[in-house]
């Protein structure tokens, strides 16, 4: 089981920007599927989640109405969209996955309701 983000870059304030995760070695059909950030100094912060098998989509206060997750069965990947970026959106970004038999959908932003995490991909503020 791998996941692996991508589309991480320098970015300035009002731009847009999407996130890649891709999955191998287990389809998404039947995981939840969230991205987490954590920014220097701070705890990960679950930002959003998608349900494939459903399409249910969750997100934090603070990308909320900003950022869009979605799903790609045939690539297997789950995107997430971000817009009207922030100098606080820089951080480094995950994506975690889980079986949701294993999950609790009131605490997808928990990152202990993970057992499956990419190796980040890196989004930052140009000065």
């Known amino acids: 089981v791998q996941l692996v983000e991508s589309g991480g870059d320098l970015v300035e304030a009002g731009t847009s920007l999407r996130l890649s995760c891709v999955a191998s070695g287990f389809t998404f059909d039947h995981y939840a599927v969230s991205w987490f950030r954590q920014a220097p100094g701070k705890e990960r912060e679950g930002i959003s989640c998608?349900?494939?098998?459903?399409?249910?989509?969750y997100y934090a206060d603070s990308v909320k109405g900003r950022f869009s997750i979605s799903s790609e069965a045939a690539k297997n990947t789950v995107y997430l969209q971000m817009s009207s970026l922030k100098p606080e959106d820089t951080a480094v970004y995950y994506c975690?996955?889980?079986?949701?038999?294993?999950?609790?959908?009131?605490?997808?932003?928990?990152?202990?309701?993970?057992?499956?995490w990419g190796q980040g991909t890196q989004v930052t503020f140009s000065s």
């Open positions: 998608i349900e494939p098998s459903n399409g249910s989509e």
């Open positions: 975690a996955a889980e079986f949701v038999g294993d999950w609790t959908r009131r605490r997808w932003y928990d990152v202990y309701e993970y057992d499956y």
